[in-house]
């Protein structure tokens, strides 16, 4: 049995299937160029940051070229591009802390201290040793220039603190021998000051002059105090201390003066008020159990005493002070005693017809009081 023939229709014949081959090796061509574009439109757009950036520094718009060194380095600097661009990254880095350093000089110049102050510590921290080694020295001499400036409106202890700062980022002390200056001057400024204040402040205003002297002692604001206002201060200082009830510092401030300008007219007046009688009150009582008062009876108080035997004293060859208790007991020493350590204290028993005190032991009397120098003295006498 035959088959029929497929059926062909008639006319022009079938085309033949067109090769592909060529299409496939377009695709990873393309894909090459487009790799090899975009790290050439990456560093370009870098490189045209970087530039713009540069321009800007060098004409001192220092803000507008930070902002375009930073497009440059977060371009070039990320993990992907870095591979690539990396010198191109190093040079915006370098730049920032190059434009930081510039404008915080050109900040100092102005006198914009705090702004200037920011953009040097920026230099310094890039992490580029170079430029932190310069915005030292820029920030010491900041700091330098606005301790100068500080002091001479008047502001003292802020112009004082920032002249200490100075010495943390000059490790060479290249500034050592100004700022020491500058704070001389700052100390002894001061000190005039509070003699100008009203009314005038003499502690504060001697602190100041004994700081100046003890830490600059070479110097001549100290040389020139020592001469003319600090003898003077230091007698005026004492006074004040006094009033204040601070006797031993009153004390010191005169004793220094009697010992280290002797010769002046002021160390005559501090002896003087060294020597000077001080008040002398008490209340004499029966006993520290029963402080009743022990009323119009006469009191003794004796410069110099000897224990004779037990429980026996004498005291002559002194100077004797006697007054007499009021009604209440109380009693003082009229125009004051001189100072001394250890006066007697003794009063009358009229049953034994004699000044009498009482004992600790054998040979120490209780009722002892010491005077010091430029202070009033009090006690309280117990009769038992």
């Known amino acids: 049995m035959s088959q029929a023939a497929p059926y062909a229709p008639a006319g022009q014949d079938q085309p033949a299937a067109r090769p592909r081959r060529t299409r496939l090796l377009l695709v990873p061509v393309g894909i090459a160029l487009l790799l090899l574009a975009i790290p050439c439109v990456t560093y370009a757009f870098a490189n045209n940051q970087l530039s713009q950036a540069q321009t800007a520094e060098a004409h001192g718009a220092y803000s507008q070229a930070l902002s375009q060194y930073a497009t440059a380095q977060t371009v070039a600097g990320n993990p992907v591009s870095r591979v690539l661009l990396g010198d191109l990254a190093d040079r915006a880095k370098a730049g920032t802390a190059e434009t930081h350093f510039l404008w915080g000089v050109q900040l100092t110049q102005q006198g914009k201290f705090a702004d200037s102050e920011t953009q040097l510590r920026a230099a310094i921290k890039s992490g580029i040793a170079d430029w932190a080694v310069r915005g030292n020295a820029a920030l010491a001499d900041l700091f330098h220039a606005w301790g100068q400036s500080l002091v001479a409106s008047n502001q003292f202890q802020a112009g004082i603190d920032k002249y200490r700062q100075v010495s943390a980022v000059d490790p060479t002390g290249n500034l050592t021998a100004s700022t020491n200056a500058g704070l001389a001057a700052a100390y002894a400024g001061f000190a005039k000051w509070y003699l100008q204040q009203q009314p005038i402040d003499y502690p504060s205003a001697l602190m100041w002059y004994e700081n100046l002297v003890k830490e600059f002692p070479d110097s001549p604001d100290a040389k020139l105090a020592q001469a003319s206002s600090l003898p003077q201060t230091l007698f005026n200082a004492g006074t004040a201390f006094v009033q204040q009830m601070r006797y031993q510092q009153a004390r010191d401030a ?35 159990q029963n402080p009743t008062p022990v009323a119009n009876r006469l009191v003794r108080i004796a410069s110099h005493w000897t224990i004779v035997k037990a429980h026996t004293y004498q005291d002559s060859g002194g100077h004797i002070y006697q007054t007499t208790t009021d009604a209440k007991g109380n009693f003082s020493i009229p125009g004051g005693i001189p100072p001394g350590p250890k006066y007697l204290i003794t009063w009358w028993d009229p049953t034994r017809s004699t000044f009498v005190t009482t004992f600790l032991n054998d040979s120490l009397p209780v009722n002892l009081v010491t005077v010091n120098p430029l202070e009033p003295a009090h006690t309280t006498v117990a009769t038992s």
């Open 254 to 288: 005169m004793t220094e003066l009697v010992q280290t300008y002797a010769a002046t007219t002021w160390a005559t007046q501090a002896n003087a008020a060294l020597t000077a009688n001080q008040p002398l009150t008490g209340q004499l009582i029966v006993s520290d």
